[in-house]
């Protein structure tokens, strides 16, 4: 089966400046992850989605962060406007209610670099 | 905020050797599971240990998990030189959530 996609691989932008991020989840997978991964560190939780609904998105800075699942399947992660801290991997993944619990799989991440 | 601490930060072997890596966690957990991170790649799922399982087993790979002490450790035997990445634990909580810890960078030379 096809994996977790993410677009693009890269981006620089300058601060200020607004960026975009698409996700397309393992076909099925009714759960979406986005996670920002900085370098040195594990992956933060952004915001989880189940179906097009958002089960947690409790540590998004809503004020510059926003994120969308329309319909259920693709979803797009928006940055504006993008602060130089944000540079970061942005990292996608999906899990299925059928595998094992937790068990994510996740996408080659987009890296951010924001000058 | 993240969860788990890793311990070793950083481990460098020798291809053949086993590597151990540890990871402690705060909260009361669902499960436990380790992911791998190649350089410019994303996660891969390793392995998976429940609540209520205290040793599990996947090819070259153990993993303990000890509640009481909300530790785990992860061991790789007989190392390979494609083993070189970093190693997340991460703490399965709620419905499909997972906290990641810190990471543990390992080194294989061959």
């Known amino acids: 089966e096809a994996g977790v996609a993410q677009s693009p691989r890269y981006k620089i932008i300058e601060k200020r400046q607004s960026v975009a991020f698409w996700c397309n989840p393992i076909?099925?997978?009714?759960?979406l992850y986005w996670y920002q991964q900085i370098l040195g560190q594990g992956p933060k939780l952004l915001i989880q989605f189940q179906n097009n609904g958002v089960v947690d998105d409790s540590q998004l800075p809503k004020d510059r962060f926003s994120a969308e699942r329309l319909k259920g399947v693709d979803s797009t992660l928006k940055i504006q406007p993008a602060k130089l801290e944000d540079s970061a991997v942005y990292l996608c993944?999906?899990?299925?209610?059928?595998?094992?619990?937790?068990?994510?799989?996740f996408g080659p991440g987009t890296r951010l670099t924001v000058t | 905020s993240q969860q788990g601490e890793e311990d070793p930060q950083a481990l460098s072997i020798q291809e053949g050797e086993n590597a151990t890596m540890n990871c402690s966690y705060k909260t009361s957990i669902n499960n436990l599971q380790w992911y791998r991170q190649n350089s410019g790649r994303g996660l891969v799922h390793l392995i998976l240990i429940r609540s209520n399982e205290r040793e599990k087993h996947s090819g070259r790979l153990r993993v303990t998990l000890d509640t009481s002490k909300k530790s785990s450790s992860l061991l790789i035997t007989a190392s390979r030189a494609a083993d070189t990445a970093s190693y997340f634990c991460a703490t399965g909580t709620g419905f499909q959530k997972l906290v990641f810890g810190t990471g543990t960078r390992l080194l294989v030379s061959p």
């Open positions: 076909s099925g997978h009714a759960t």
């Open positions: 993944a999906s899990s299925s209610p059928g595998a094992a619990v937790g068990e994510q799989y």
